[in-house]
């Protein structure tokens, strides 16, 4: 104690002062026993006094030293707890108490802060029932239960109500409170309002969740969210006999757009297509990106019949080709976008994924449908792509079986004389029979097998003229057909070229026909390539020519020698003006470009005489020759000879 030196001092003195008194008076009264020490002070009253006195004064200096040590002491009790109060209430963190029942009995200045409540009003109020949030009760009365017995708890969360019945979200360490016997008389926590903090992590976790299932550009919901939906749709409507509809919808030739205008106007049209297909569709209509250039729109599930069902289907397909089909302002373009629209029902036994490939299997016959690019799926159309996958999966088979074989059909001037033969690859399926080009070459260039196909052809042809030529048989030329895909492998050259000298064949001999599609736009980037082949001596037809997208530029910019009159032309020149008209202006841009002519199809006497007319002078078609087999053209040349 600060003060226990006063009280030594008054018991030394009231103890020691009158021993030694009495051992200075001692000298003439000799002290044996307790006896002769009372006869001192009885002979001695002065000593009496003096010794009594002190005795007495010394305890009272003692005892008054004693309760000046109690005082001080308190009062630095009392101004340690003024310190630790002040602490509580002005520290930053908000400080809850309760007591053994969970009512209120500590409440500092920032709780007050973060509630609203002040002190005075939810002293003695029950802590849980008061504030906390109803879905949190239970478990924040069981976290205080704990502290009551003993255990501390430590970062556990919870809301409580502010006072204006805001939420405020509150992370607590808490400890119970003890008495000085040790008793538990409480649990005394420390928070930290972390409202914002939440807030903050919620928004991020919801933009992960936009990010993870919505696509950026277009804001529409993306492939992630789709399969999920739809697996949720399949699970949720289980046993019921309702219907649903998927629509598979592709933008036209986007390519071309990225390609000629960039990324960023591409990037704009789809924005653009995104809104008008949200604006063509039902409330409750599911549209989502798939990514690229590719959508679907999901039909809820309906208790309709499947007639019921195509009509919804076809009418919505309809509106939003009508929709997106209207002109697009985009920067300094002016752009016009079209859809093809794949269409497939599906129950409740139908998984995603097949349905999914049902519609985009529909959509991709809906490319071919010129006149209204929307297909449904149907059973036909599965006998269809299970026939177009039995192709696909022979091709390999072929190539090694050999199944593929070569006819050849004659090609003969206006005075009947033989001027060359062009190549025809036949295949003798093992399952389906005889496969005609026109049932797997679009399928083998589709899908990336046109490059094995057309080596083989150019193999066996050359092969094929290598014979007839040592046997003495000179055709003046061979046309084959190459895909403008072939003449992208920048092994092209060098596999021609390296066939050409194992089989000793002119290149002048060998003519390349590449038919006129859409892809001859892109004919610029092989350019090099055709020119590089024509330098030594191969020269280049374009096949059907009219029925695709070509110009007079490209006979410019591409070394074409020769040019044919596609048959669906020559079909109906008789009857028909336009093919008429069509034919007449091939042959004026021939002569004018110093081109050979060919015209294809040609069946009748009739369409020869017109097309002599209009100053034809190559020919092909069944009223000269059907294609023929090897040794049926060996036996016409044979003729020839």
């Known amino acids: 104690m600060r003060l226990s030196r006063n009280l030594l001092y008054g018991t030394l003195f009231g103890v020691l002062f009158p021993v030694g008194a009495t051992l200075l008076t001692a000298n003439n009264i000799p002290i044996t026993n307790l006896s002769s020490l009372i006869d001192l002070h009885r002979q001695t009253p002065l000593l009496l006094i003096i010794d009594t006195a002190s005795f007495f004064l010394g305890v009272f200096a003692a005892?008054?030293?004693?309760?000046?040590?109690?005082?001080?002491?308190?009062?630095?009790?009392?101004?340690?707890?003024?310190?630790?109060?002040?602490?509580?209430?002005?520290?930053?963190?908000p400080i809850f108490g309760i007591d053994t029942e969970g009512l209120v009995n500590e409440?500092?200045?920032?709780?007050?802060?973060?509630?609203?409540?002040?002190?005075?009003?939810?002293?003695?109020?029950?802590l849980v029932e008061s504030f906390i949030t109803e879905d949190y009760k239970v478990s924040v009365k069981g976290v205080l239960d704990e502290a009551l017995k003993g255990r501390e708890t430590a970062n556990y969360a919870f809301p409580?109500?502010?006072?204006?019945?805001?939420?405020?979200?509150?992370?607590?360490?808490?400890?119970?409170?003890?008495?000085?016997?040790?008793?538990?008389?409480?649990?005394?926590?420390?928070?930290?309002?972390?409202?914002?903090?939440?807030?903050?992590?919620?928004?991020?976790?919801?933009?992960?969740?936009?990010?993870?299932?919505?696509?950026?550009?277009?804001?529409?919901?993306?492939?992630?969210?789709?399969?999920?939906?739809?697996?949720?749709?399949?699970?949720?409507?289980?046993?019921?006999?309702?219907?649903?509809?998927?629509?598979?919808?592709?933008?036209?030739r986007f390519k071309l757009v990225n390609d000629s205008l960039g990324h960023s106007i591409g990037d704009q049209l789809l924005q653009v297509v995104s809104k008008r297909l949200q604006a063509s569709v039902r409330t409750g209509d599911l549209v989502c990106r798939l990514g690229g250039d590719e959508f679907i729109v999901l039909l809820p599930l309906e208790g309709v019949v499947f007639k019921q069902a195509d009509e919804r289907a076809e009418k919505i397909a309809r509106q939003i080709t009508a929709a997106v089909k209207q002109p697009i302002k985009v920067g300094q373009h002016e752009l016009s976008a079209h859809m093809s629209i794949g269409i497939s029902h599906f129950t409740m036994t139908d998984g995603v994924e097949t349905i999914v490939t049902r519609s985009d299997n529909a959509m991709y016959l809906a490319k071919g449908d010129a006149a209204s690019n929307i297909a449904f799926y149907t059973d036909a159309v599965h006998q269809q792509l299970?026939?177009?996958?039995?192709v696909l999966e022979g091709i390999q088979e072929a190539l090694v079986e050999d199944q593929f074989f070569m006819h050849y059909q004659p090609q003969f001037n206006h005075r009947q004389e033989l001027i060359g033969v062009e190549a025809l690859v036949r295949w003798q399926h093992s399952q389906l029979g005889l496969l005609l080009p026109d049932q797997f070459i679009g399928l083998a260039e589709q899908y990336h097998r046109i490059n094995e196909i057309g080596s083989w052809v150019i193999d066996r042809v050359l092969s094929q003229v290598a014979q007839w030529h040592q046997a003495g048989y000179v055709l003046p030329k061979v046309a084959i057909n190459i895909s403008p895909g072939q003449l992208l492998d920048e092994n092209f050259s060098t596999i021609v070229n390296a066939l050409r000298e194992q089989y000793g064949i002119n290149p002048e001999r060998i003519v390349f026909e590449i038919t006129e599609s859409a892809d001859i736009e892109h004919f610029n980037l092989i350019s090099t390539v055709l020119r590089d082949l024509k330098g030594q001596g191969y020269r280049f037809s374009l096949d059907?020519?009219?029925?695709?997208?070509?110009?007079?530029?490209?006979?410019?910019?591409?070394?074409?020698?020769?040019?044919?009159?596609?048959?669906?032309?020559?079909?109906?020149?008789?009857?028909?003006?336009?093919s008429l008209a069509i034919a007449e202006v091939v042959l004026a841009m021939a002569r004018s470009l110093k081109l050979e002519v060919i015209a294809e199809g040609v069946e009748t006497q009739s369409q020869l005489e017109i097309l002599n007319k209009l100053g034809c002078t190559g020919y092909q078609g069944y009223l000269f020759s059907k294609p023929l087999s090897v040794q049926a053209i060996t036996s016409l040349l044979r003729r020839a000879d």
């Open 544 to 578: 059907d020519f009219g029925t695709g997208y070509a110009s007079m530029t490209h006979f410019k910019r591409l070394p074409f020698s020769q040019v044919k009159i596609d048959q669906s032309f020559v079909a109906d020149i008789e009857s028909n003006a336009d």
């Open 160 to 252: 409580l109500y502010s006072k204006t019945n805001a939420r405020v979200d509150v992370l607590l360490n808490s400890t119970t409170r003890r008495d000085s016997q040790g008793g538990v008389v409480g649990v005394v926590g420390v928070g930290q309002d972390v409202t914002e903090l939440n807030s903050a992590q919620k928004e991020f976790e919801r933009k992960l969740t936009s990010a993870a299932n919505y696509d950026v550009l277009t804001g529409l919901p993306n492939r992630r969210y789709f399969y999920d939906y739809l697996a949720g749709q399949l699970e949720t409507h289980q046993g019921s006999d309702e219907i649903g509809t998927l629509l598979f919808l592709d933008l036209d």
């Open 63 to 93: 005892f008054g030293a004693y309760q000046l040590d109690r005082q001080f002491e308190t009062q630095e009790g009392a101004h340690g707890a003024d310190e630790l109060r002040t602490l509580i209430d002005t520290a930053n963190a």
């Open 107 to 126: 409440w500092n200045q920032a709780a007050e802060r973060i509630t609203g409540y002040s002190k005075s009003e939810v002293m003695g109020r029950d």
């Open 386 to 390: 299970t026939h177009q996958m039995q």
